[in-house]
């Protein structure tokens, strides 16, 4: 008996394989939009846990140089000698293509570091190379992950090119755990491409307390054992990031669930009748909801297996732009190939089944609910229709008033995120009465004696129950589309007015050796008249830790350009200038980063306290500057200050101003800077014009945004298949109407004006209140969100274009579906004609 | 046949040390082709100490220090001790990280009840690795990260030697009067009737003594070290599978090396002969190129060729190797001296003395005896080239 319930409830999806379409297609566009997010997150989470490790070799510590100067390889092989077999000499930098894109390089003693492997990773990573000892050998191989080797076009053997017209050693494309975007090579190699003789640091993998205190006692007093935090820190420093994403991914689940509920809203309208049979027939409620939920774990079923392989495929479409700004931002490497885990996969049939039950099994159950002969009565459905708009308004309030209770105590990321959950809700709730007010205010407008007029409007009414939830989607996908686009465009603009501030030096010099310094004594002895040096500014710094969160301390020349024009956010005084003049004349004074601020709680004119070579020295906060794209602790002190603070101070490059190029014909002043960097032993690798540097931010910046971008447009997609399965469910659900009208003598064009008119005013409403929402949205992104998840402020830049943009956009998604589902109707009519022909 | 060559030249330094593949033939490293590399000619006079140190034009060298030791309670241990050297270029290129020098080591304690090893790799140039005279003398240096080898003389002797494998912590001091025993035709070692061949000379008789800890325990010993050297560029013939090798250090103060290698297609003829007879494939008395050198006790050195040996393997036993997987190894051997009127049987101290090392080879501690069952020595034996089972 069962079984021939459940087959006369499912037999509806063998006559409508388009709804069955539709459902799956929400399904598996929720899910696995979802579940992309989800896989990476817990992919990036699997690769921050290795961060401690290299190649599959543990790093529990660094060796470092105190002064961040580098480490020779004689204190390395003593080392060795001595026994220690753990550590790795690391050497890592960054190299510019010729299109100005960064690219990461690490290399270590591959040879040495292969036999310390354990014997499962040795045969995983060397796996598939036919002769390994070519790694450790001229002329070298450079391990390039598949993706990257993708974007530069480049196939196994071939030589990547530089911007200094350098190559890079032949490409062997294979990917390595934890190398993320990053190129491996052998350290030989790396000694040559960086010109250096000396390492970055070395890893050092367990020891024992014996060896510990060995090792200790072994290094020079230059050198520091630090443990790696690298894989806390990063966990730390990404929460945010993947809460963003989290909330996008629900978001577009939500905007899913809507095609689904629309699925199900017209597969209940086709199984009115079959409901009610099987009722007359004797059927009990019970047997009945048993049927439906068994029908609802196969939706979920199958929703969950197609949403995750999905999910799965956008996962790794979307990973490689991710990994990037997860580095760009974070340093931190994620591997390149991305495995499904078992909680993913239930957590998915979890919530797809949440879903379903709310989406599917409940207005089913709904439909039960009802008397057996009055649920198909055409009054009692306008009437439902009638009352279900005034709940889902009334529902809308409690959520806003739950989102304005949280507006006032809102403190994390997650907080700000159910907010903006409840708003987007509450607005999508409140949006059906917002369309029925429309509607009669179009009815109220059109003369009374303009039939057709009157026709068109009033069959939005028809039009509504079907359209309901395609336009909440599209609510939903437009708002977040104007508000993280809003939100994109305002940090795009903050950051390049920042940038220019901030790097408004000609050029920048990454030099640590002595050579740059020496040249600028030179160039700025007294007496001499530097041909093309107008201004410098080298600034230093050291790593510490403040709050235990990794902190940089800077030492900057007060008196450079770019120290008069800092950027502040917050000063104490009357005006930046004022709290500068202060930092610039009193060592006692400090500047600290926003994040300080925002996330570390520091106030302005603070006291805070940090750990010199001297004990703890106290510093008043007198500003706090802009720091756009930094996730750490920031502080400015006076060059001096540092230097005499902290013995261990490290380079932080050198700014360089250039006179301008006088109007004969000589060289030009940069012509002459790179001359002379050049004659005192600075590679051209070593220095970076402020274009250069200026494309290369604002590419890592565009960059981060990559995957932002790519999730709005996802949604959107999502929402655009949601109002083309409304559209097509509509022209199913009325054909026999359609068949009418054309019978009665309506033209194909009265008829095109009848079903488009309402579509449009409600695209319209909907369109006009996605504006003020998402600049609600974008006002909370930047003024809250941001805030509270990165510690970096921004005046909010709202234009109008994008609104009119998404506008035309949402038109041609609009004509395009109505045209798709005008012509299946074209196709379907004369079947339909023939059948009322029949009936009659 | 060509192309198997071919792939099996392209794929040699892979083989060298991917531990995937070593099963199938890590040693052709020794099997190829010398071309570029120094030749080992017959007549060339060995120099000392010139000759102790590295030999870059050849492809491969080695340092090679075994030795049978007994504890106070007169339990046999063994040692081993062996550095490698390798230019993976004809042109070598000694200094810094872009070197073609990689330097391996294998080290292994037999204990009286277990075997343990270890091995360590180091590209040469930078001082990881190395042989040198010893810095500020004219002594001589040989070590591999902590593992050292020195002697304040050029002489190698009185020298001391210091590892560790695992958790046991090897410190040893050697000391010889004897004169070095110059293999083959005065150190000219032929390995095959195509002439490969290596220079090769020994020092059969090191007394040593020292001790082994292990967690706090220390374990005195005292006993011989065999030490043998020997570079080559193309030490293996194509056709040739690996190798016996004995080191003896006999009861009377004679010492007696033999070695035979093996011919591969000798050895499958002979393995389908013995299959169809229904013998044991394992017993290798092939026509294999078999040399050996008998020390008296006066220090006399007499070279033994093809006719001046009998060697046969009695039996042959399965043993684990890396990842549980077996091995049947000829661990019984028969050494007959007719010439010399000397028959001896060879057992191990024990079966387990696998090195499952990127080269994976049988070495360890063999015990000696007569043909009336009577001990007459101990030595080390080492097994190469034998094919993993399935």
Same mark, same amino acid.
């Given at each position: 008996?069962? /079984?021939?319930?459940?087959?006369?409830?499912?037999?509806?999806?063998?006559?409508?394989?388009?709804?069955?379409?539709?459902?799956?297609?929400?399904?598996?566009?929720?899910?696995?939009?979802?579940?992309?997010?989800?896989?990476?997150?817990?992919?990036?989470?699997?690769?921050?846990? /290795?961060?401690?490790?290299?190649?599959?070799?543990?790093?529990?510590?660094?060796?470092?140089?105190?002064?961040?100067?580098?480490?020779? #390889?004689?204190?390395?092989?003593?080392?060795?000698?001595?026994?220690?077999?753990?550590?790795?000499?690391?050497?890592?930098?960054?190299?510019?293509?010729?299109?100005?894109?960064?690219?990461?390089? +690490?290399?270590?003693?591959?040879?040495?570091?292969?036999?310390?492997?354990?014997?499962?990773?040795?045969?995983?990573?060397?796996?598939?190379?036919?002769?390994?000892?070519?790694?450790?050998?001229?002329?070298?191989?450079?391990?390039?992950?598949?993706?990257?080797?993708?974007?530069?076009?480049?196939?196994?053997?071939?030589?990547?090119?530089?911007?200094?017209?350098?190559?890079?050693?032949?490409?062997?494309?294979?990917?390595?755990?934890? @190398?993320?975007?990053?190129?491996?090579?052998?350290?030989?190699?790396?000694?040559?491409? !960086?010109?250096?003789?000396?390492?970055?640091?070395?890893?050092?993998?367990?020891?024992?307390?014996?060896?510990?205190?060995?090792?200790?006692?072994?290094?020079?007093?230059?050198?520091?054992?630090?443990?790696?935090?690298?894989?806390?820190?990063?966990?730390?420093?990404?929460?945010?990031?993947?809460?963003?994403?989290?909330?996008?991914?629900?978001?577009?689940?939500?905007?899913?669930?809507?095609?689904?509920?629309?699925?199900?809203?017209?597969?209940?309208?086709?199984?009115?009748?079959?409901?009610?049979?099987?009722?007359?027939?004797?059927?009990?409620?019970?047997?009945?909801?048993?049927?439906?939920?068994?029908?609802?774990?196969?939706?979920?079923?199958?929703?969950?297996?197609?949403?995750?392989?999905?999910?799965?495929?956008?996962?790794?479409?979307?990973?490689?732009?991710?990994?990037?700004?997860?580095?760009?931002?974070?340093?931190?490497?994620?591997?390149?190939?991305?495995?499904?885990?078992?909680?993913?996969?239930?957590?998915?049939?979890?919530?797809?089944?949440?879903?379903?039950?709310?989406?599917?099994?409940?207005?089913?159950?709904?439909?039960?609910?009802?008397?057996?002969?009055?649920?198909?009565?055409?009054?009692?459905?306008?009437?439902?229709?009638?009352?279900?708009?005034?709940?889902?308004?009334?529902?809308?309030?409690?959520?806003?008033?739950?989102?304005?209770?949280?507006?006032?105590?809102?403190?994390?990321?997650?907080?700000?995120?159910?907010?903006?959950?409840?708003?987007?809700?509450?607005?999508?709730?409140?949006?059906?009465?917002?369309?029925?007010?429309?509607?009669?205010?179009?009815?109220?407008?059109?003369?009374?004696?303009?039939?057709?007029?009157?026709?068109?409007?009033?069959?939005?009414?028809? @039009?509504?129950?079907?359209?309901?939830?395609?336009?909440?989607?599209?609510?939903?996908?437009?708002?977040?589309?104007?508000?993280?686009?809003?939100?994109?465009?305002?940090?795009?603009?903050?950051?390049?007015?920042?940038?220019?501030?901030?790097?408004?030096?000609? &050029?920048?010099?990454?030099?640590?050796?002595?050579?740059?310094?020496?040249?600028?004594?030179?160039?700025?002895?007294?007496?001499?008249?530097?041909?093309?040096?107008?201004?410098?500014?080298? #600034?230093?710094?050291?790593?510490?830790?403040?709050?235990?969160?990794?902190?940089?301390?800077?030492?900057?020349?007060?008196?450079?350009?770019?120290?008069?024009?800092?950027?502040?956010?917050?000063?104490?005084?009357?005006?930046?200038?004022?709290?500068?003049?202060?930092?610039?004349?009193?060592?006692?004074?400090?500047?600290?980063?926003?994040?300080?601020?925002?996330?570390?709680?520091?106030?302005?004119?603070?006291?805070?306290?940090?750990?010199?070579?001297?004990?703890?020295?106290?510093? @008043?906060?007198?500003? !706090?500057?802009?720091?756009?794209?930094?996730?750490?602790?920031?502080?400015?002190?006076?060059?001096?200050?540092?230097?005499?603070?902290?013995?261990?101070?490290?380079?932080?490059?050198?700014?360089?101003?250039?006179?301008?190029?006088?109007?004969?014909?000589?060289?030009?002043?940069?012509?002459?800077?790179?001359?002379?960097?050049?004659?005192?032993?600075?590679?051209?690798?070593?220095?970076?014009?402020?274009?250069?540097?200026?494309?290369?931010?604002?590419?890592?910046?565009?960059?981060?945004?990559?995957?932002?971008?790519?999730?709005?447009?996802?949604?959107? &997609?999502?929402?655009?298949?949601?109002?083309?399965?409304?559209?097509?469910?509509?022209?199913?659900?009325?054909?026999?109407?359609?068949?009418?009208?054309?019978?009665?003598?309506?033209?194909?064009?009265?008829?095109?004006?009848?079903?488009?008119?309402?579509?449009?005013?409600?695209?319209?409403?909907?369109?006009?209140?996605?504006?003020?929402?998402?600049?609600?949205?974008?006002?909370?992104? +930047?003024?809250?969100?941001?805030?509270?998840?990165?510690?970096?402020?921004?005046?909010?830049?709202?234009?109008?274009?994008?609104?009119?943009?998404?506008?035309?956009?949402?038109?041609?998604?609009?004509?395009?579906?109505?045209?798709?589902?005008?012509?299946?109707?074209?196709?379907?009519?004369?079947?339909?004609?023939?059948?009322?022909?029949?009936?009659? | 046949?060509?192309?198997?060559?071919?792939?099996?030249?392209?794929?040699?330094?892979?083989?060298?040390?991917?531990?995937?593949?070593?099963?199938?033939?890590? !040693?052709?490293?020794?099997?190829?082709?010398?071309?570029? $590399?120094?030749?080992?000619?017959?007549?060339?006079?060995?120099?000392?100490?010139?000759?102790?140190?590295?030999?870059?034009? $050849?492809?491969?060298?080695?340092?090679?220090?075994?030795?049978?030791?007994?504890?106070?309670?007169? #339990?046999?241990?063994?040692?081993?001790?062996?550095?490698?050297?390798?230019?993976?270029?004809?042109?070598?290129?000694?200094?810094?990280?872009?070197?073609?020098?990689?330097?391996?080591?294998?080290?292994?304690?037999?204990?009286?009840?277990?075997?343990?090893?270890?091995?360590?790799?180091?590209?040469?140039?930078?001082?990881?690795?190395?042989?040198?005279?010893?810095?500020?003398?004219?002594?001589?240096?040989?070590?591999?990260?902590?593992?050292?080898?020195?002697?304040?003389?050029?002489?190698?002797?009185?020298?001391?030697?210091?590892?560790?494998?695992?958790?046991?912590?090897?410190? !040893?001091?050697?000391?010889?009067?004897?004169?070095?025993?110059?293999?083959?035709?005065?150190?000219?070692? /032929?390995?095959?009737?195509?002439?490969?061949?290596?220079?090769?000379?020994?020092?059969?008789?090191?007394?040593?003594?020292?001790?082994?800890?292990?967690?706090?325990?220390?374990?005195?010993?005292?006993?011989?070290?065999?030490?043998?050297?020997?570079?080559?560029?193309?030490?293996?013939?194509?056709? /040739?599978?690996?190798?016996?090798?004995?080191?003896?250090?006999?009861?009377?103060?004679?010492?007696?090396?033999?070695?035979?290698?093996?011919?591969?297609?000798?050895?499958?003829?002979?393995?389908?002969?013995?299959?169809?007879?229904?013998?044991?494939?394992?017993?290798?008395?092939?026509?294999?190129?078999?040399?050996?050198?008998?020390?008296?006790?006066?220090?006399?050195?007499?070279?033994?060729?093809?006719?001046?040996?009998?060697?046969?393997? +009695?039996?042959?036993?399965?043993?684990?190797?890396?990842?549980?997987?077996? +091995?049947?190894?000829?661990?019984?051997?028969?050494?007959?001296?007719?010439?010399?009127?000397?028959?001896?049987?060879?057992?191990?101290?024990?079966? #387990?003395?696998?090195?499952?090392?990127?080269?994976? $080879?049988?070495?360890?501690?063999?015990?000696?005896?007569?043909?009336?069952?009577?001990?007459?020595?101990?030595?080390?034996?080492?097994?190469?080239?034998? @094919?993993?089972?399935?």
């Amino acid at each position: 008996m069962k /079984q021939a319930i459940l087959k006369a409830l499912l037999s509806h999806y063998w006559r409508h394989p388009w709804q069955a379409l539709f459902l799956l297609l929400g399904l598996t566009a929720g899910v696995g939009l979802w579940s992309a997010v989800q896989i990476i997150n817990h992919h990036a989470e699997v690769s921050y846990a /290795q961060a401690d490790s290299l190649l599959g070799v543990q790093a529990n510590y660094w060796i470092r140089n105190r002064s961040e100067q580098g480490i020779a #390889q004689a204190d390395y092989i003593e080392l060795r000698r001595a026994g220690f077999r753990q550590i790795f000499p690391v050497i890592e930098g960054q190299v510019i293509t010729p299109d100005g894109q960064l690219i990461s390089i +690490i290399a270590t003693d591959l040879l040495a570091l292969r036999q310390s492997m354990p014997e499962e990773t040795v045969d995983q990573t060397f796996n598939g190379i036919d002769n390994w000892l070519q790694l450790v050998q001229k002329p070298y191989r450079a391990w390039v992950p598949q993706q990257l080797a993708d974007e530069f076009a480049l196939i196994q053997g071939d030589q990547l090119q530089l911007r200094d017209g350098r190559q890079l050693p032949p490409a062997l494309i294979q990917a390595q755990t934890q @190398q993320g975007r990053r190129i491996f090579m052998d350290i030989s190699a790396a000694f040559t491409l !960086f010109d250096t003789d000396q390492f970055n640091y070395i890893t050092v993998g367990q020891l024992t307390t014996e060896q510990f205190d060995l090792l200790t006692s072994l290094l020079p007093d230059s050198l520091a054992l630090v443990q790696n935090q690298q894989q806390l820190d990063l966990s730390e420093l990404t929460q945010s990031l993947h809460t963003h994403l989290s909330a996008m991914s629900l978001l577009s689940f939500a905007v899913g669930l809507f095609i689904v509920f629309n699925a199900v809203r017209f597969s209940l309208w086709h199984r009115r009748e079959t409901l009610m049979n099987l009722r007359l027939m004797g059927v009990s409620v019970k047997a009945l909801i048993s049927a439906i939920l068994f029908e609802t774990l196969i939706w979920s079923l199958i929703g969950t297996v197609s949403g995750v392989i999905c999910g799965l495929t956008i996962g790794n479409w979307l990973l490689p732009g991710l990994s990037q700004s997860l580095f760009n931002l974070y340093g931190a490497t994620i591997d390149a190939v991305i495995a499904l885990q078992s909680e993913t996969l239930l957590l998915a049939w979890g919530i797809t089944l949440v879903g379903l039950l709310w989406a599917l099994a409940w207005p089913m159950y709904l439909q039960l609910k009802h008397d057996v002969l009055d649920a198909n009565s055409p009054t009692l459905r306008h009437q439902a229709e009638n009352s279900s708009r005034q709940q889902l308004a009334l529902f809308s309030l409690p959520l806003l008033i739950m989102a304005f209770i949280l507006f006032q105590t809102m403190e994390t990321a997650v907080a700000g995120f159910a907010l903006l959950g409840l708003l987007l809700f509450a607005a999508a709730w409140l949006l059906p009465t917002l369309l029925a007010l429309g509607l009669k205010f179009a009815q109220a407008c059109v003369p009374k004696q303009r039939l057709i007029g009157r026709w068109m409007v009033s069959d939005g009414w028809s @039009q509504m129950p079907a359209f309901r939830s395609a336009m909440m989607a599209l609510l939903l996908a437009m708002t977040a589309n104007l508000g993280v686009g809003t939100l994109v465009d305002s940090f795009r603009s903050a950051f390049i007015g920042w940038l220019e501030v901030r790097q408004n030096a000609d &050029i920048y010099v990454n030099s640590s050796q002595s050579n740059i310094v020496q040249l600028l004594e030179s160039e700025q002895a007294p007496g001499k008249t530097s041909l093309w040096l107008a201004d410098s500014h080298r #600034q230093i710094g050291i790593t510490t830790r403040w709050q235990d969160q990794p902190t940089l301390v800077n030492g900057a020349d007060t008196r450079a350009p770019d120290s008069l024009r800092f950027p502040l956010a917050q000063w104490l005084g009357d005006t930046p200038d004022d709290a500068l003049a202060l930092w610039r004349d009193n060592s006692n004074y400090i500047l600290a980063n926003e994040q300080l601020h925002y996330l570390g709680g520091l106030k302005l004119g603070q006291t805070i306290q940090l750990d010199t070579d001297q004990g703890p020295v106290d510093y @008043q906060v007198v500003g !706090f500057f802009y720091d756009y794209g930094n996730p750490k602790f920031q502080f400015y002190l006076s060059y001096e200050e540092v230097a005499k603070r902290w013995k261990y101070h490290y380079s932080r490059g050198t700014a360089l101003w250039l006179k301008p190029d006088s109007t004969s014909n000589g060289p030009s002043s940069r012509q002459q800077a790179e001359k002379s960097f050049l004659a005192n032993g600075i590679n051209r690798a070593d220095w970076i014009s402020q274009d250069e540097i200026r494309t290369l931010s604002v590419n890592i910046f565009e960059r981060t945004f990559a995957i932002t971008a790519a999730m709005n447009s996802l949604t959107l &997609i999502v929402a655009a298949i949601a109002l083309l399965a409304s559209l097509l469910a509509i022209m199913q659900e009325r054909l026999p109407e359609f068949a009418q009208w054309r019978a009665l003598g309506v033209n194909t064009r009265e008829q095109f004006l009848i079903i488009c008119s309402p579509l449009l005013i409600f695209v319209v409403i909907a369109w006009l209140l996605a504006i003020p929402l998402g600049a609600v949205l974008s006002w909370l992104l +930047i003024q809250k969100l941001n805030i509270v998840s990165f510690g970096w402020s921004m005046p909010m830049l709202w234009k109008m274009a994008p609104a009119w943009q998404l506008g035309g956009l949402v038109l041609v998604i609009v004509i395009v579906t109505l045209l798709l589902s005008l012509l299946q109707l074209r196709r379907r009519l004369p079947d339909a004609l023939a059948e009322l022909g029949e009936l009659s | 046949m060509k192309i198997v060559v071919t792939l099996l030249l392209l794929f040699w330094s892979s083989l060298f040390f991917s531990q995937l593949v070593v099963a199938q033939d890590v !040693f052709q490293v020794l099997r190829d082709n010398d071309v570029g $590399y120094a030749e080992v000619k017959r007549g060339v006079p060995l120099i000392f100490p010139q000759d102790h140190f590295p030999h870059p034009d $050849y492809r491969i060298e080695w340092w090679y220090m075994t030795a049978n030791l007994k504890d106070q309670q007169g #339990q046999d241990w063994g040692l081993q001790w062996t550095l490698f050297r390798q230019s993976l270029s004809p042109d070598a290129n000694l200094e810094g990280w872009d070197s073609d020098q990689i330097w391996m080591a294998h080290a292994a304690v037999t204990t009286p009840d277990k075997h343990f090893f270890a091995q360590r790799f180091s590209r040469g140039g930078i001082d990881q690795a190395g042989v040198n005279q010893l810095t500020g003398s004219n002594g001589f240096d040989a070590w591999i990260d902590d593992w050292r080898w020195q002697s304040a003389s050029d002489t190698l002797f009185p020298s001391t030697l210091e590892f560790n494998v695992g958790e046991h912590k090897v410190s !040893f001091e050697l000391k010889t009067q004897d004169n070095w025993v110059l293999n083959g035709d005065d150190g000219f070692s /032929q390995k095959s009737a195509q002439g490969q061949a290596s220079y090769y000379y020994s020092q059969p008789n090191i007394t040593l003594k020292g001790t082994i800890k292990t967690q706090g325990k220390t374990t005195r010993l005292s006993g011989n070290a065999w030490l043998d050297r020997e570079w080559s560029s193309q030490a293996l013939a194509q056709n /040739q599978k690996g190798w016996d090798w004995f080191s003896l250090h006999l009861n009377d103060g004679s010492k007696l090396m033999v070695y035979q290698l093996r011919h591969d297609a000798e050895n499958k003829l002979e393995d389908d002969f013995r299959s169809k007879e229904g013998l044991s494939t394992n017993e290798f008395t092939a026509e294999s190129w078999i040399s050996g050198s008998w020390i008296d006790t006066t220090g006399e050195v007499t070279h033994l060729g093809k006719d001046d040996i009998k060697l046969r393997s +009695i039996s042959a036993r399965q043993i684990k190797t890396k990842k549980s997987r077996l +091995i049947t190894l000829p661990l019984d051997w028969s050494i007959n001296l007719p010439t010399l009127n000397r028959s001896l049987t060879i057992k191990p101290l024990y079966d #387990q003395q696998w090195l499952a090392t990127s080269f994976p $080879y049988w070495e360890g501690v063999v015990l000696v005896t007569d043909d009336m069952n009577q001990s007459v020595g101990n030595g080390y034996m080492e097994l190469t080239g034998y @094919q993993l089972a399935n």
